[in-house]
């Protein structure tokens, strides 16, 4: 095993390569973000919001990929490959098939209905404010402590492995320049540094791919050793088997009962988490609604869901060939070892990927794959911090000032992007407190808990032209209700270390996160449904291009 103390000297020192690599990733992005911010008309709400609708599908679909490829995703997806297998790949290619549903089902409504944010959506479908209100909170608060907070924790391990940087230093920076793009371009800016940096994660993760595959010998290598990837010296004085990897570790599709992927939680749990991302999110839609037309519409989605199929070999599969390669580090098992290692005592599996770049990467390109991580957390960062100030200034801001300007519009935009730099940076601590063995399983289950009753406020709004706002409502408070109780409960029984007493309660041991999203989505529908029919129906007359059905009626729609 490699000797902590001589590790951490080399890993904190940078070749020559490695920093002119850095330095012209910079000055390139730099360049093509304040381009575009030239470029783009950012004097008015449709310019700097949606890029004044002229997009490309080429540029839609790359940014559609990387605004959701963050740097969670490379720490994450490889972590939990390490971990369980390629179960985890079944995430990127469920969104194959929701991206066409985003496309050819939920665009088309709204666009017809000429909408710049979601909650802004809702309004128009239900009248009144208090859903859009709340889900316009709800959705900054998502962003900031899980998607922010999940990206800026997956940044901090792959600089604290591989550079030994001021880790405050460092993430500060990173949340800086990402906040600049978003505050001087607008949307238009942060698609094509979003395209570029697309191209730039490809390159890297495929030159890992590659070296990880010629070092432990081809696929079928992968195939044959992963499940002999083990820290044998704590399995063996121990006799336990929570570090062994699963025998199923190379299957999509796994048993009812399996602790990580049961295949009925990843046909339905799983897709109804990914309608609420991919449908309802205002990250990903405000770039569809960006396109110059309904055909870059749907080949950008096409395009993007082409792409999620290439996470599988350049995330998953390299996290489990670090595990073969490090089985003592990534597949670590002692807790006490663990904590010293990666500071959690739970396992190890979020370092696999940048364990696996120092492994493999000869100097020069080190620098590559760090600037791989920037460009995926800045990518992520700079498409939540526009996204969120489009919502902040469209849902929330001219509720306090109904009689806003346009300027007024772009200057609260821009400094309520300020404060989520700010808020993002004091949540730090908090991250580093709150590590787990699996980063990608904490945002999928957050998702699970609170993502259901809005995906099925949207499905019944598109669908369903007899929902109305108190059906909506009641659905929404009843499914959050039940969603953060969960939620907490989860939190105070925590997952116990390997070799400890798991004193848990049945159902929460049982009751997977994928089953739970799935059933309470079932209860927000039936809450919807329910309050719907015993309440007062919306007239037609105000639905007109509101829903999948009249999406293109001609009729005048009365507010």
Same mark, same amino acid.
């Given at each position: ?41 950012? #004097? #008015? ?149 979003? #395209? ?44 336990? #088997? ?318």
């Amino acid at each position: 095993m490699v000797n902590m103390d001589d590790e951490q000297t080399a890993i904190g020192s940078l070749e020559w390569g490695d920093v002119v690599v850095l330095v012209a990733y910079f000055l390139v992005v730099l360049s093509v973000g304040l381009a575009a911010s030239k470029l783009s008309n950012r #004097t #008015t709400r449709g310019g700097y919001f949606l890029a004044g609708r002229s997009v490309h599908w080429i540029l839609i679909g790359a940014s559609l990929f990387s605004s959701n490829v963050g740097s969670g995703h490379f720490v994450g997806l490889a972590g939990s490959g390490a971990a369980t297998g390629i179960g985890v790949a079944a995430f990127e290619l469920n969104a194959i098939f929701v991206l066409l549903i985003l496309g050819w089902l939920f665009v088309p409504v709204y666009v017809s209905a000429g909408v710049y944010t979601m909650p802004e959506y809702l309004r128009k479908r239900f009248g009144g404010q208090r859903i859009r209100v709340y889900l316009s909170v709800l959705a900054i608060i998502l962003s900031i402590f899980t998607k922010i907070s999940a990206d800026l924790y997956a940044g901090a391990i792959f600089i604290e492995q591989s550079l030994g940087w001021n880790l405050y230093v460092s993430i500060i920076s990173l949340v800086l320049l990402s906040a600049l793009f978003s505050i001087l371009g607008g949307l238009t800016a942060v698609i094509w540094t979003d #395209t570029l940096q697309t191209v730039i994660m490809l390159l890297g993760s495929f030159t890992l791919m590659i070296l990880g595959f010629q070092r432990v010998g081809g696929y079928q290598a992968v195939v044959f050793e992963f499940n002999d990837a083990i820290d044998y010296s704590w399995i063996m004085s121990n006799q336990m #088997t929570c570090g062994v990897p699963p025998k199923n570790a190379m299957h999509l599709f796994r048993p009812l009962d399996d602790p990580d992927l049961p295949w009925l939680g990843v046909i339905f749990g799983l897709t109804v988490s990914a309608v609420w991302y991919w449908c309802t999110d205002q990250v990903i839609v405000q770039r569809t609604l960006a396109a110059r037309n309904m055909h870059h519409v749907k080949a950008g989605c096409v395009f993007a869901g082409l792409l999620k199929i290439l996470p599988m070999f350049i995330l998953v599969m390299p996290g489990m060939i670090a595990r073969i390669l490090l089985p003592n580090e990534v597949g670590c098992s002692d807790p006490d070892i663990c904590e010293k290692l990666c500071g959690s005592r739970t396992g190890c599996s979020n370092i696999a990927y940048p364990r696996l770049v120092l492994e493999l990467m000869p100097n020069g390109l080190r620098g590559l794959m760090l600037a791989v991580m920037i460009a995926a957390l800045m990518s992520s960062l700079t498409s939540i911090f526009n996204s969120s100030a489009t919502i902040f200034t469209i849902d929330i801001w001219t509720r306090i000032h109904a009689n806003a300007s346009e300027v007024e519009e772009m200057v609260a935009g821009r400094l309520f992007v300020l404060v989520l730099v700010v808020v993002s940076v004091l949540w730090v601590p908090v991250i580093q407190a709150n590590t787990g063995s699996q980063l990608f399983n904490y945002i999928q289950s957050v998702t699970s808990y609170l993502s259901p009753p809005v995906c099925a406020v949207y499905v019944l709004a598109i669908f369903w032209p007899r929902t109305n706002e108190k059906g909506a409502f009641a659905g929404l408070m009843v499914g959050l209700v039940v969603g953060a109780s969960w939620f907490v409960v989860t939190l105070a029984y925590g997952v116990p270390s390997c070799g400890e007493e798991d004193t848990r309660p049945a159902i929460v041991t049982s009751l997977h996160y994928l089953y739970f999203g799935m059933l309470l989505f079932g209860i927000s529908v039936i809450v919807i449904v329910v309050v719907s029919l015993l309440t007062k129906p919306i007239e037609e007359k105000h639905l007109y291009r509101l829903t999948f059905w009249t999406r293109y009626s001609d009729e005048p729609r009365y507010r």
